[in-house]
């Protein structure tokens, strides 16, 4: 189990002996014990608790086929798990409809969009002042379309006039508070004067929406002397799982260290027991947890981000334990009385930090987001958007 296929050989199910084998490579790290829960920091609750042992039990019941594939080394997860540029609504809007909030595209009148678009070739074209000229009729034609405000900071972001782009910002801002780029472009501006302490706030804004959002990484690069620093959240959702058939599933790791192993073992189980958590599977008898298995199977269709986060939350909790418990047990151990190798890994120290400040389910969401469900983001809720600009604030982007 804890070998390493080559990509598309298709591993059987593990037989009775293998699974001996590969509990005795992670026996050592076995979560028999509660010696250390990481989340008890946070006053989270406890999660469910599954050993190595009990999740390759598990995958042997399943009778599921499965592989664990680990990139290689020049292939890393952190290019795989980019945000790409692109944004799915382009203009975001959140629209109330009875009690569910629905995200879609905002659209400015008629003239207004007519008028956007034929500013928007001036613009590409270099021509800034038929570029405002336009953005502003379309202002005037309609007066909330904050997207024109917007573009009209850009022209005068493009003409060194940072005063007039930063009132247009903020207009657009204060019509649309939930555009991520805005608050980037804002940022820059702020950056432009030589006020860092207004784009590091305009900054953590921009990834509270929209994690990892290529454009302030790329702004904080092309400012060396801004002292800010962002952390790399991405190394939060490492993982990648692949259905290639009704049976067959592919988990993607980042090495075969003991915790990812056991990540991604439990992942594998998650998929292959019929779409349902590891802590259904003592607490119900055949007919409901076939019953379970359909209705997760229904909500992981509806809901693939919260499917996502509740499958993070628990096997990340598992290999974090595994990773403590076997950093704790090398650390504890008297000098050459233990030999047992240990490589610190900072995607778990990120995330004990997260446990440690109280950000665990923030940081598993900033991890899926930023990977996969970046405009789940906008529909999690005031407060909890709140909580998540507090994680950016506290463990994403700081002052140096």
Same mark, same amino acid.
């Given at each position: 189990?804890? *070998? *390493?296929?080559? @990509?598309?050989?298709?591993?059987?199910? @593990?037989?009775?002996?293998?699974?001996? /084998?590969a509990v005795s490579v992670l026996a050592f790290f076995t979560l028999a014990a509660f010696a250390l829960d990481p989340l008890q920091a946070a006053d989270e609750p406890e999660l469910p608790w599954r050993s190595s042992a009990q999740i390759l039990a598990l995958l042997e019941k399943s009778k599921i086929e499965y592989r664990i594939e680990l990139p290689k080394a020049d292939d890393g997860f952190l290019s795989q798990l980019r945000e790409p540029p692109g944004d799915v609504t382009g203009r975001p809007q959140l629209i109330a409809s009875g009690d569910t909030v629905d995200l879609t595209t905002w659209v400015c009148n008629d003239e207004a969009e007519a008028l956007l678009s034929d500013a928007e070739v001036a613009f590409g074209n270099g021509d800034m002042e038929a570029a405002q000229s336009g953005y502003r009729n379309a202002v005037r034609s309609d007066a909330d379309c904050y997207i024109a405000h917007s573009h009209l900071g850009d022209t005068f972001l493009r003409t060194d006039n940072?005063?007039?782009?930063? #009132?247009?910002?903020?207009? =657009?801002?204060?019509?649309?508070?939930?555009?991520?780029?805005?608050?980037?472009? %804002?940022?820059h501006a702020h950056l432009r004067n030589g006020?860092?302490?207004?784009?590091?706030?305009?900054?953590?804004? !921009?990834?509270?929406? %929209?994690?990892?959002?290529?454009?302030?990484? =790329?702004?904080?690069?092309n400012y060396p002397g801004a002292p800010l620093q962002m952390a790399d959240a991405r190394l939060l959702a490492p993982i990648r799982l692949t259905r290639t058939g009704r049976r067959v599933i592919e988990v993607e790791i980042f090495d075969d260290s003991p915790p990812w192993i056991a990540y991604g073992l439990c992942a594998a189980a998650w998929q292959g027991e019929g779409l349902a958590p590891l802590s259904e599977e003592g607490a119900l008898a055949k007919r409901e947890l076939r019953k379970s298995r359909r209705t997760r199977a229904k909500e992981r269709d509806e809901e693939g981000a919260r499917f996502e986060l509740e499958l993070e939350r628990e096997c990340m909790a598992i290999a974090l334990q595994v990773y403590v418990d076997g950093r704790d047990s090398v650390e504890g151990s008297e *000098?050459?009385?233990?030999?047992?190798?240990?490589? =610190?890994?900072? =995607? &778990?120290?990120?995330?004990?930090?997260?446990?440690?400040?109280?950000? &665990?389910?923030? !940081?598993?969401?900033?991890?899926? #987001?930023?990977? /996969?469900?970046?405009?789940?983001?906008?529909?999690?809720?005031?407060?909890?958007?709140e909580r998540m600009l507090d994680f950016v604030e506290e463990l994403i982007l700081t002052v140096r």
């Amino acid at each position: 189990m804890t *070998s *390493s296929p080559t @990509a598309g050989e298709r591993r059987r199910p @593990a037989s009775p002996c293998r699974i001996a /084998r590969a509990v005795s490579v992670l026996a050592f790290f076995t979560l028999a014990a509660f010696a250390l829960d990481p989340l008890q920091a946070a006053d989270e609750p406890e999660l469910p608790w599954r050993s190595s042992a009990q999740i390759l039990a598990l995958l042997e019941k399943s009778k599921i086929e499965y592989r664990i594939e680990l990139p290689k080394a020049d292939d890393g997860f952190l290019s795989q798990l980019r945000e790409p540029p692109g944004d799915v609504t382009g203009r975001p809007q959140l629209i109330a409809s009875g009690d569910t909030v629905d995200l879609t595209t905002w659209v400015c009148n008629d003239e207004a969009e007519a008028l956007l678009s034929d500013a928007e070739v001036a613009f590409g074209n270099g021509d800034m002042e038929a570029a405002q000229s336009g953005y502003r009729n379309a202002v005037r034609s309609d007066a909330d379309c904050y997207i024109a405000h917007s573009h009209l900071g850009d022209t005068f972001l493009r003409t060194d006039n940072e005063t007039m782009a930063l #009132a247009h910002y903020s207009r =657009a801002i204060e019509l649309n508070p939930i555009d991520h780029k805005t608050y980037a472009y %804002r940022g820059h501006a702020h950056l432009r004067n030589g006020d860092a302490d207004l784009a590091l706030a305009d900054f953590q804004q !921009a990834l509270a929406l %929209r994690p990892h959002y290529w454009l302030v990484e =790329a702004l904080l690069e092309n400012y060396p002397g801004a002292p800010l620093q962002m952390a790399d959240a991405r190394l939060l959702a490492p993982i990648r799982l692949t259905r290639t058939g009704r049976r067959v599933i592919e988990v993607e790791i980042f090495d075969d260290s003991p915790p990812w192993i056991a990540y991604g073992l439990c992942a594998a189980a998650w998929q292959g027991e019929g779409l349902a958590p590891l802590s259904e599977e003592g607490a119900l008898a055949k007919r409901e947890l076939r019953k379970s298995r359909r209705t997760r199977a229904k909500e992981r269709d509806e809901e693939g981000a919260r499917f996502e986060l509740e499958l993070e939350r628990e096997c990340m909790a598992i290999a974090l334990q595994v990773y403590v418990d076997g950093r704790d047990s090398v650390e504890g151990s008297e *000098s050459g009385e233990d030999s047992r190798p240990f490589t =610190a890994d900072p =995607a &778990f120290e990120a995330l004990e930090r997260a446990v440690q400040s109280g950000f &665990f389910d923030e !940081a598993l969401l900033y991890g899926v #987001a930023s990977q /996969r469900f970046a405009q789940a983001m906008l529909l999690i809720g005031e407060t909890a958007r709140e909580r998540m600009l507090d994680f950016v604030e506290e463990l994403i982007l700081t002052v140096r």
